[in-house]
């Protein structure tokens, strides 16, 4: 089993990702409103940190908020959603769309797989 997070950039592909998770018997996703360092510092105008604000441009232009998807899914599941996600949102290859990363889970109680 694996921890399953997608830290999404591109938020207007949430429901499309959610829809076809659902499509492909992927269930319990937990949605978390996220939001970037550089995002927060530019938010909060620490002027000691102009550097990096500068850079916000650069690296967040079209968006305030990220949405961090997590989900306890089968080793099996996680190719099936890495492509649901690329597929979706044009590819986590192409600038300020998202990552996804995995981690080992040793136990779970909670859910039925």
């Known amino acids: ?5 997608i830290i999404l950039n591109k938020t207007e592909c949430l429901d ?11 269930p319990g996703a937990t949605i978390i409103d996220s939001k ?9 105008d620490h002027e000691d940190m102009f550097f ?4 916000r441009s650069l690296l967040t232009p079209t968006h305030k908020e990220n949405k961090t998807i997590i989900m306890v ?7 099936v959603i890495s492509a649901i996600v690329n ?9 300020d769309t998202g990552i996804l990363f995995t981690i080992p889970v040793d136990y ?6």
Not at 1 to 5: C, Y
Not at 16 to 26: D, M, Q, R, S
Not at 36 to 44: A, F, S, T
């Open 36 to 44: 970037g360092m550089v995002q927060e510092l530019y938010d909060h």
């Open 52 to 55: 990096l604000m500068s850079l």
């Open 87 to 95: 597929k979706s949102t044009g590819g986590l290859d192409k600038p």
């Open 1 to 5: 089993m694996k921890l399953v997070t």
């Open 108 to 113: 779970v109680e909670g859910i039925k797989h």
């Open 73 to 79: 899914a089968k080793d099996e599941d996680v190719k």
């Open 16 to 26: 499309e990702i959610l829809e076809e998770f659902g499509n492909n018997n992927i």
